[in-house]
C-alpha cells in the first residue's frame, strides 16, 4: 500500500510543546513514527562553563517551567554531595514539601491538557482553576509562581512558618476534597473512558523492554519510583507507589489522578513529623569550590531524573548533564505510535507527558 | 462496557451555571500580590558603595558598576529577579518589590539610556576626584521607558 508521511510538529494544536514526529502512514494506520529532538536546544547544559557554580542553580531551573523546583532541588542535592555540606534537616523537610506541591501543579497541568487533546475542553478547565490554587501557595512561600529560586546549595532561601504550613495543608486538603469531583470524572465518564480505554496500550513487558519511567511505568503496573529508595526524607513517610494494571492512557491518567490525593496525603504527613521551626537558619554557608563527580537521582512528575556533574576544583563544572523522563519515555511512545490509528496518535502522545524543553535543554 | 447515563460532568456543570466565575474581571479587578512575592530589583544609590559585588554574582549579567566612574547600571529585561545580588549586597542597597516604580513608571528618556529596561544611575564624585569625569546627572537616576 501507499506510504504517505505526515509530519506531526512542531507546530500542532494538540502539542502544548514542540515535539517533532513523522508519521508514516498506511491509510490511516501508522506503521513508523520518527522522532526528532532538538528543535529547542538551547544549549543550558554548556552553560556551565561560564556560570560559576553557585548561580548554575538558577539556570538548572529554567530547564523547564514546570518542573523547575525539581531541577533546581537536584542540582542542590547533586552539589551538597560533592562538597559534603550537611543541610539542616528542616531545609531537606522543605524542599520534599515544595516538591510534592510540583508534583501536584505538574499533574493538574497535565490533566487538563490531557482532557484538552480528547475533547473535553470544560474538564480542561476545572483542572486548571484547581493548579491556580497551587500556584499561589507557591507565590506565598516561595515568591514565584513558575521559577521558584528557592533552592541554593547548602538549603533553602526562605523558610516557611509552622502556622503556614498548617494553614497550607489545610488548603490544600480543601482543594483535594473539591478534586475528588474531578477524578470521579476522570474515571468513570462514559466518554472519557470510550476515548481512552484500552488505547495505546503498554505490557509490562514492553515497558521493561523500553524502559518506560514514572507514571508510564507505573501505569503498566511497574513498582518503579525513585522515591522508593529512601532518599530525600521520603523513608521517614508511608509511601506506596500508585499503581495500575492495563497499560493503556486511560490507566497513565489515573495514575496521575491517585498521584495527585497521595501527593497531598505526603505533605501532611512531612508537615506533622517534620521538626519545629525554632527561627534557626535553613541554610548553610558553602565554602570552596567543588571537586569529584556524582550522580542524582529525583522522582520528578514525569518521571525519574538523573543528574550528572563533575567538578574539577574550579569555580566552573567540567560537566554538567541531566537526563530527564521524557527522554526515557520516547522509545514507549514510538512503540505505542506504531500500529495504532491516526486519530489516537495526540492521546498516546499526551498521556507520556512530553517535556520537550527537559528533553532538549 | 460503560454506562452511558453515568454523566458526572452534568451537576458540576449546572451548579457552575449559577455560580460566580471563577477568572477576575481584570483590568479592573486586580490580584494583590502576596506579602512574600518577589518583584523586580529597586537599587538605592546612597547607600551603594560600588563595591562590585553583586554584579559578579549575577547570573545573567544584568548589572553593571565601576568604582571610579561611580557609576551602577541594571539591564531589567536581562534580570531574572533571583535575589542573588540582594543576598549578596553587604549596604542593603539593593531590594526586591512589586511596586518599583523605576521599570514601569519612568517616563522621561535620559541622555545615555538608549534601550528599554536599561537603568543607570551616576553619583558625583566626592570633593578632590579628577575634573570632568563627574559630568553625568549627580545622584539621581536616569532610566529609559
Known sequence: MKRTVVPMGPQHPVLPEPLVLDLVLEDEKVVDAIPTIGYIHRGLEALVERIEFGEFGYVVERICGICSFMHGMGYAVAMEKIMAVEVPERASWLRLIWAEMSRIHSHLLWLGLGADAFGFENLFMHCWRTREEVLDIFEKTTGGRIIFSVNKIGGVRRDIEDSELAAIVAKLQELGAGFAETARIFETDPSIRHRLSGVGILSLEDAHAVDAVGPMARASGIAIDTRLTGTHFYDRLDFEPVLETAGDCLARVVVRVREITQSIELIRQAVERMPKGDGAPVEVKVRGNPTGETFERLEQPRGEVIYYIKANGTKNLERFRARTPTFANIPAMIKLVKGCDLADVPNIIMTIDPCISCTER | ?145
Not at chain 2, 13 to 30: C, G, K, Q
Not at chain 2, 32 to 57: K, N, S, Y
Request: charged residues 20%; hydrophobic residues 35%; proline residues 8%.
Open chain 2, 1 to 145: 462496557m460503560a454506562n452511558p447515563f453515568n454523566l458526572p460532568m452534568v451537576g458540576r456543570s449546572l451548579r457552575n451555571l449559577v455560580s460566580r466565575p471563577a477568572t477576575r474581571r481584570y483590568p479592573s479587578e486586580i490580584r494583590p500580590h502576596f506579602a512574600g512575592t518577589r518583584g523586580t530589583i529597586e537599587f538605592d544609590l546612597d547607600t551603594c558603595v560600588f563595591c562590585g559585588l553583586c554584579v559578579r554574582r549575577c547570573p545573567t549579567l544584568a548589572l553593571s558598576c565601576s568604582r571610579e566612574e561611580r557609576f551602577f547600571a541594571i539591564e531589567q529585561l536581562r534580570c531574572i529577579a533571583c535575589g542573588v545580588c540582594v543576598d549578596a549586597c553587604n549596604k542593603d542597597s539593593l531590594h526586591m518589590s512589586v511596586v518599583s516604580p523605576t521599570v514601569h513608571l519612568h517616563t522621561g528618556a535620559a541622555p545615555g539610556a538608549t534601550r528599554p529596561g536599561h537603568e543607570e544611575w551616576h553619583q558625583q564624585q566626592p570633593a578632590g576626584s579628577p575634573p570632568g569625569s563627574g559630568d553625568a546627572a549627580g545622584g539621581t537616576a536616569v532610566a529609559a521607558t
